[in-house]
């Protein structure tokens, strides 16, 4: 049995730099970026107009008087320019800023007359030299890195990838996963069970959880018989890069999934951790590259041993290191890290607490339905405070 961080160290060395590919940028939410990307212009490229109204010359003492309007520029148009400093050019949200203007003035704050023919507007209220204007670069210059391979492609990264004129873009390869469970007394979720049989559900669950990331999986299912178990898995692992198999890796008679896994060559990186859920778990990989997670069969175990271990290993998870403040006293006795269902919220003080959610065990995967992660407590000690901080796996 080997501690929690050894584990998780085990893992993320087993993984390797995956091949990229390229695909269009509408379906890169989720995939992570595989090239650093660039500002290919100033953000943003012109002095840009930030409200309707007028653009003129202020030099912070000319405010009184009339400005005759001398043309109109609409967004989408050339920068257009302004011939006397008495004048004013119409400008509107989005516009480039006329050459000789420093300053916007919205409507709201203009009143307009006309005289002799022309259309002449005087500010109504106090204006700031250089107001309304967002600045050519202001925000990043022509040439900035923007984006680090390796970053996750969610909403905003999409924006960026857009307004840089990529509609591909290189992303790592998605692995190809197969989810297995095992276990004689599981049958498909269009089967009636008998009294003594249940549907399957977690590789339901991991796959969903999967799809969250972007992954798409195969699933299959494997009755607990040892040559059974050799023969598809060695299909599938010839099919496959990573197989997350569940159940079947405790001391059972007929759990063989550890035996046929090392009879398949596949190398032990580990069996056992110091952890509840999940203690179970294996961890083995190939020559060729390829890595086997053989997850707790006791739904909770299976899905905590997901998020710990093996979202990481596909390069997702939370970014930075979250962490919660227990809400209650916790007893937790045996020496195992504990790896507690809870529920979070942020209090009035804007703290993020974790509620323990009792449940019944490992087992009792309904309990997850309020859960919105696990919080970490450390091996070692038995007693831990309302109040105090831990690492925060969520969901
Ligand atoms: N003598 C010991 N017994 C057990 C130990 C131990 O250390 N010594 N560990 C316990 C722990 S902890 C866990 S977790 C389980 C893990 O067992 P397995 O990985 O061998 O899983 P199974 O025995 O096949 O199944 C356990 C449990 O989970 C249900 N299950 C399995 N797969 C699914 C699925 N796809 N969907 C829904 N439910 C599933 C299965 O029916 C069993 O009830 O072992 C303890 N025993
Ligand atoms: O890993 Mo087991 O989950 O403690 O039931
Ligand atoms: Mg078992």
Redesign the pocket.
């Known amino acids: 049995m080997i501690p929690v961080a050894e584990a998780l160290e085990k893992v993320l060395a087993a993984r390797s730099v995956p091949a990229t590919e390229s695909v269009p940028l509408y379906q890169c939410p989720g995939r992570i970026l595989a090239e650093d990307i660039a500002a290919d212009r100033a953000f943003p490229p012109f002095d840009r107009v930030t409200m309707d109204g007028i653009a003129l010359w202020l030099d912070g003492r000319a405010e009184e008087g009339m400005y005759r309007i001398e043309a109109t520029t609409y967004a989408g148009e050339p920068a257009g320019k302004l011939a006397s400093r008495s004048g004013a050019v119409e400008v509107m949200t989005g516009a480039v800023l006329p050459e000789g203007t420093n300053t916007v003035v919205r409507y709201e704050d203009l009143a307009f007359s006309e005289h002799f023919g022309s259309r002449f507007a005087s500010l109504k209220a106090g204006v700031v030299p250089g107001q309304n204007i967002h600045r050519k670069g202001e925000d990043r210059a022509e040439g900035s890195l923007l984006l680090k391979a390796g970053t996750r492609i969610g909403s905003p990264e999409v924006a960026i990838l857009a307004t840089v004129g990529r509609p591909s873009v290189q992303v790592y390869r998605n692995p190809s996963v197969c989810l297995v469970?095992?276990?004689d007394?599981?049958v498909d979720i269009h089967e009636t069970p008998l009294p003594h049989q249940?549907r399957?559900?977690?590789?339901y669950q991991l796959s969903a959880a999967l799809r969250e990331i972007g992954i798409k999986s195969d699933i299959q299912h494997l009755r607990d018989d040892a040559d059974g178990l050799f023969r598809a898995l060695q299909t599938y692992l010839r099919q496959h890069d990573i197989l997350i198999l569940?159940?079947?890796?405790?001391?059972?008679k007929k759990?063989y999934l550890p035996e046929v896994l090392e009879r398949l060559g596949v190398t032990r990186q580990f069996h056992q951790v110091a952890q509840?859920?999940?203690?179970?778990l294996w961890f083995g990989t190939t020559a060729d590259g390829k890595a086997v997670f053989a997850?707790?069969?006791?739904?909770v175990?299976?899905f905590l041993c997901f998020l710990k271990y093996v979202r990481p290993f596909l390069g997702h998870g939370p970014k930075g290191k979250p962490v919660a403040t227990l809400s209650e006293q916790v007893i937790f006795k045996p020496d195992l890290t504990y790896f507690m269902p809870v529920a979070t919220y942020y209090n009035e003080e804007g703290r993020h607490v974790a509620r323990p959610l009792k449940g019944s065990g490992?087992?009792d995967f309904a309990n997850l339905l309020e859960c919105t992660g696990f919080l970490e407590l450390p091996v070692g000690r038995t007693d831990f405070a309302a109040g105090e901080v831990f690492p925060y796996l969520p969901f």
């Open positions: 469970s095992t276990g007394e599981l249940i399957r559900s977690s590789t569940t159940g079947g890796v405790s001391a059972g759990d509840r859920p999940g203690k179970p997850l707790p069969g006791n739904p175990s299976t490992s087992g």
